[in-house]
């Protein structure tokens, strides 16, 4: 039995480093659409040497200081409201504020997505280029998006 408590123990400290990384206190600053690092922290499960320190005086990288800008299409009473243009590459959130499904179907071979009445879908922006907007559902629904 006592052969076990070691065993027991690093599998309690580790549920409690799990735990302790998935009730972060909320303060995500990171864009909508991006990952972050949600790796559990070893330090609790083995007792090591104190971590080196990070150099002060490194610049911090540029993803860090310049925060990504939100790129959103609205969609409302059966229209799309688009940003002049997108950089290319970018995620691109679409809110759907109508009770309707529509689609967000780009006609020139680009992505295409389904949103559900009062839902929000993300999409890559592609190549950079002028693109027709379509809704499959409502053939009515067009507009244009600029990829630059």
């Known amino acids: 039995m006592l052969l076990h408590r070691p065993a ?15 009730c972060s206190s909320g303060e995500d600053s990171a864009a909508p659409g991006s990952t972050t690092d949600t790796a559990a922290p070893t330090a609790a499960a ?31 009473e059966f229209e799309y409201d688009v940003p002049e243009s997108v950089p290319a590459g970018s995620e691109v959130e679409v809110v759907n504020k109508d009770r309707e499904a529509h689609t967000l179907t780009l006609a020139d071979g680009g992505p295409s997505v389904v949103v559900q009445g009062g839902a929000t879908e993300t999409f890559t922006a592609p190549a950079a280029g002028n693109y027709r907007i379509v809704c499959d559902f409502h053939g009515s629904m067009t507009a244009e998006l600029v990829v630059a």
């Open 8 to 22: 027991r123990l690093l599998l309690v400290l580790g549920t409690v480093a799990l735990l302790a990384t998935g």
């Open 46 to 76: 083995e007792p090591s040497a104190p971590p080196a320190s990070a150099d002060a005086t490194a610049p911090a990288s540029p993803a860090a200081q310049v925060p990504a800008e939100a790129v959103t299409i609205t969609i409302s």
